[in-house]
């Protein structure tokens, strides 16, 4: 172990540290660079929509409305995705060489930053894009060199809370890991104020949204929507027992750091690392989903481990050449996302038939619409806003949550309330797939929309004109008549 751990940068080498930090950091950075104009998926195209609705006036959830907690959208209103995404990442090395530190030694905390710089932007885990895993990954990193400070002072354990409640604000899920760490780090009784502050923080937080007449809302999207997005327990359990979604396809090409970090568990015995993983298996399987970017929650414990085994190895000869190889392993597994055009990367990361469709779509929307004309998304597709550089007229920007759930009834009244105040121009449905006919928003757009004749072009989408609007008139050559639809 350091004889110097407790300092904030243990080892006698402070400036060579300093060095290969600011160096990682810099590494970061331009890593992103790579991935500057790749599309935005769906999850980056609502935050981003969401971020400037705010910056517009417009209230989280009342009028435009999404599941996650409100932390993403504030941090996209601050910031862009590239710059958002290039301090989550460096914030959570620096994060991760500290917790790692304070877990084992100085060597392994650089070992460990080294790691995460190589595979904090893996494609194949949709890293690439930030997503609420990002902010997830860096406040449990921060919380947890908080947390194994040498010097628990009523200044660190406060802002372990603190950044422990941040991560549960920008998905709750995260409070797992949270509570894993505080337990594995053997608490002494005044610790406590460290997991008193989340719920203390999210007290405030509906505080504020109840005082902004949204308290309900915000209560039901963030407790009652979840248990039906997630099935259930039960459900939950069934669809993690599969191998596939316990261990998916895109991280093969983690395992090199896969095999470093479980060698470096079990051999350090150590209760902090071994909780997190767990912790974090848990988090990833709570929402019923498994979508891939979940599993970006296990980079950040995976390098910790990492880190370990190639401090480990550094101090026996003959492995030595264990963590070069491993760590060249890992930049040779990600080579093949490097090479292709971001439209080509975009469709290799979701592979669906339709994807390129609705890209292709978005940008011609770009087009098609003048500045002065609206246009709704009455589909699952809110980079479609993004592309066409158009603002979301009704809350419901995912047409799945005015469709099904607890909250849809509410969210399809006020959106409706919207749309007939200012109807858009364009209304873009999914081609033979507008929703249930008695749904008052499908009713509504069959009352007040045509289709386009150029509509069979943007397959699966469908284009649908505002009749008597002037995007009708002028596109209309002829406008199909509605029992020709």
Same mark, same amino acid.
């Given at each position: 172990?350091?004889?110097?751990?407790?300092?904030?940068?243990?080892?006698?080498s402070?400036?060579?540290?300093?060095?290969?930090?600011?160096?990682?950091?810099?590494?970061?950075?331009?890593?992103?660079?790579?991935f500057?104009?790749?599309?935005?998926?769906?999850?980056?195209?609502?935050?981003?929509?969401?971020?400037?609705?705010?910056?517009?006036?417009?209230?989280?959830?009342?009028d435009?409305?999404?599941?996650k907690?409100?932390?993403?959208?504030?941090?996209?209103?601050?910031?862009?995705?590239?710059?958002?995404?290039?301090?989550?990442?460096?914030?959570?090395?620096?994060a991760?060489?500290?917790?790692?530190?304070?877990?084992?030694?100085?060597?392994?905390?650089?070992?460990?930053?080294?790691?995460?710089?190589?595979?904090?932007?893996?494609?194949?885990?949709?890293?690439?894009q930030?997503?609420?895993?990002?902010?997830?990954?860096?406040?449990?990193?921060?919380?947890? #060199?908080?947390?194994?400070?040498?010097?628990?002072?009523?200044?660190?354990?406060?802002?372990?809370?603190?950044?422990?409640?941040?991560?549960?604000?920008?998905?709750?899920?995260?409070?797992?890991?949270?509570?894993?760490?505080?337990?594995?780090?053997?608490?002494?009784?005044r610790?406590?104020?460290?997991?008193?502050?989340?719920?203390?923080?999210?007290?405030?937080?509906?505080?504020?949204?109840?005082?902004?007449?949204?308290?309900?809302?915000?209560?039901?999207?963030?407790?009652?929507?979840?248990?039906?997005?997630?099935?259930?327990?039960?459900?939950?359990?069934?669809?993690?027992?599969?191998?596939?979604?316990?261990?998916?396809?895109?991280?093969?090409?983690? #395992?090199?750091?896969?095999?470093?970090?479980?060698?470096?568990?079990?051999?350090s015995?150590?209760?902090?690392?071994?909780?997190?993983?767990?912790?974090?298996?848990?988090?990833?399987?709570?929402?019923?989903?498994?979508?891939?970017?979940?599993?970006?929650?296990?980079?950040?414990?995976?390098?910790?481990?990492?880190?370990?085994?190639?401090?480990?190895?550094?101090?026996?000869?003959?492995?030595?050449?264990?963590?070069?190889?491993?760590?060249?392993?890992?930049?040779?597994?990600?080579?093949?996302?490097?090479?292709?055009?971001?439209?080509?990367?975009?469709?290799?990361?979701?592979?669906?038939?339709?994807?390129?469709?609705?890209?292709?779509?978005?940008?011609?929307?770009?087009?098609?619409?003048?500045?002065?004309?609206?246009?709704?998304a009455?589909?699952?597709?809110?980079?479609?806003?993004?592309?066409?550089?158009?603002?979301?007229?009704?809350?419901?920007?995912?047409?799945?949550?005015a469709?099904?759930?607890?909250?849809?009834?509410?969210?399809?009244?006020?959106?409706?309330?919207?749309?007939?105040?200012?109807?858009?121009?364009?209304?873009?449905?999914?081609?033979?797939?507008?929703?249930?006919?008695?749904?008052?928003?499908?009713?509504?757009?069959?009352?007040?929309?045509?289709?386009?004749?150029?509509?069979?072009?943007?397959?699966?989408?469908?284009?649908?004109?505002?009749?008597?609007?002037?995007?009708?008139?002028?596109?209309?050559?002829?406008?199909?008549?509605?029992? #020709?639809?």
């Amino acid at each position: 172990m350091d004889a110097h751990e407790g300092q904030l940068l243990p080892g006698s080498s402070s400036r060579t540290t300093v060095a290969i930090l600011t160096a990682l950091s810099v590494t970061i950075a331009l890593q992103r660079l790579i991935f500057l104009h790749d599309p935005p998926e769906w999850d980056v195209a609502t935050y981003t929509l969401i971020g400037r609705e705010i910056l517009h006036g417009k209230r989280l959830y009342a009028d435009v409305f999404d599941v996650k907690p409100p932390l993403i959208y504030v941090a996209y209103a601050v910031a862009p995705p590239f710059l958002l995404g290039v301090a989550t990442s460096i914030t959570t090395m620096l994060a991760v060489y500290f917790a790692t530190s304070r877990l084992f030694d100085r060597r392994a905390g650089l070992f460990a930053a080294v790691v995460w710089t190589v595979i904090c932007e893996t494609p194949a885990l949709e890293a690439n894009q930030t997503n609420t895993e990002a902010l997830m990954n860096a406040f449990l990193a921060l919380g947890s #060199a908080l947390v194994l400070a040498r010097e628990r002072t009523w200044t660190t354990r406060t802002l372990a809370g603190a950044c422990f409640a941040l991560a549960t604000l920008s998905k709750q899920v995260a409070l797992v890991p949270a509570l894993a760490i505080l337990f594995a780090s053997k608490p002494r009784p005044r610790d406590w104020l460290t997991l008193a502050i989340v719920p203390l923080l999210w007290v405030l937080v509906i505080l504020y949204f109840a005082l902004t007449d949204r308290g309900r809302l915000f209560v039901d999207t963030m407790f009652v929507h979840p248990r039906f997005y997630s099935g259930g327990v039960v459900n939950v359990i069934r669809l993690a027992l599969d191998p596939a979604r316990l261990f998916p396809h895109a991280m093969i090409e983690l #395992a090199p750091l896969i095999g470093l970090a479980l060698f470096g568990v079990f051999r350090s015995r150590n209760l902090v690392l071994a909780a997190y993983l767990v912790g974090t298996f848990v988090a990833v399987i709570m929402p019923g989903q498994f979508f891939v970017h979940y599993n970006q929650l296990y980079l950040v414990p995976l390098a910790i481990a990492a880190g370990f085994t190639c401090s480990l190895c550094r101090d026996r000869r003959l492995l030595r050449s264990i963590p070069i190889l491993a760590i060249l392993g890992l930049v040779v597994l990600q080579l093949h996302w490097l090479i292709p055009s971001p439209r080509e990367r975009y469709a290799r990361q979701h592979p669906a038939s339709f994807v390129l469709n609705v890209l292709d779509t978005g940008r011609q929307l770009h087009d098609i619409l003048k500045s002065d004309e609206t246009m709704y998304a009455w589909c699952d597709e809110p980079q479609l806003y993004v592309l066409a550089d158009k603002r979301p007229p009704a809350a419901a920007i995912w047409r799945m949550h005015a469709i099904a759930g607890p909250l849809a009834p509410r969210l399809t009244a006020r959106s409706l309330e919207q749309l007939q105040h200012s109807p858009p121009d364009l209304v873009v449905v999914w081609s033979g797939n507008r929703g249930p006919e008695d749904h008052p928003i499908v009713r509504w757009i069959a009352d007040n929309y045509v289709e386009l004749p150029e509509s069979p072009k943007h397959f699966p989408l469908a284009l649908l004109a505002r009749r008597g609007s002037s995007l009708a008139d002028r596109l209309a050559s002829p406008i199909l008549a509605p029992d #020709a639809r």
